[in-house]
T-cell receptor
């Protein structure tokens, strides 16, 4: 089955700096790559996603890039703010049998 | 607009006891999922249901059973709880083909 590796497990950045979280996947048939944000005490919530026919997607301060050849994708957050502090999960999917998640990155924004 | 509702939010069980986690969605989604979240392990799929009347095993199904009662409801049952099942459980739903999961707020289960 699919295996998703996510790094780093913890990332601490100064407010206003950029943050990058990286994921690799194993199954070349995977074609959908979402990113979820989980705030303390809540369920994960989709923040951005990308499909395999696209190399990059942006939404205000967040962007995701995908390299199908290398089987890796990354989340970029620019101009980080305190409300960006959360756990972020990457995931991969190739169909209707659910998402395979990475183990998560705890992003800490230092004031 | 409730989305995905899970009950209970917290539960403490003794080893060997049974219980059922309830999940309901009001978005008319076809697919529903149960995940467990453990520290350092991310979210792991227990069972899923692609449509009413069908269920399939995920990555970690042992010790669990599920029932897709109707299109809205998908329950997770622990017949004989074990300490290894101490976890936070999340239910999610998806409109088939969209791949976008909507999660509930979670149910924290402790097995003593």
């Amino acid at each position: 089955g699919e295996n998703v590796e996510q790094h780093p497990s913890t990332l601490s950045v100064q407010e206003g700096d950029s943050a990058v979280i990286k994921c690799t996947y194993s199954d070349s048939a995977s074609n959908y790559f979402p990113w979820y944000k989980q705030e303390l005490g809540k369920g994960p919530q989709l923040i951005i996603d990308i499909r395999s026919n696209v190399g990059e997607k942006k939404d205000q301060r967040i962007a995701v890039t995908l390299n199908k050849t290398a089987k890796h994708f990354s989340l970029h957050i620019t101009e980080t703010q305190p409300e960006d502090s959360a756990v972020y999960f990457c995931a991969a999917s190739k169909g209707a049998d659910g998402l395979t998640f990475g183990k998560g990155t705890h992003l800490i924004i230092q004031p | 607009n409730a989305g995905v509702t899970q009950t209970p939010k917290f539960q403490v069980l003794k080893t060997g006891q049974s219980m059922t986690l309830q999940c309901a969605q009001d978005m008319n989604h076809n697919s529903m999922y149960w995940y467990r979240q453990d520290p350092g392990m991310g979210l792991r799929l227990i069972y899923y249901s692609a449509s009413e009347g069908t269920t399939d095993k995920g990555e970690v199904p042992n010790g669990y059973n599920v029932s897709r009662l109707n299109k809205r409801e998908f329950s997770l049952r622990l017949e004989s709880a074990a300490p290894s099942q101490t976890s936070v459980y999340f239910c999610a739903s998806e409109n088939s083909g969209a791949n976008v999961l909507t999660f509930g707020a979670g149910s924290r289960l402790t097995v003593l």
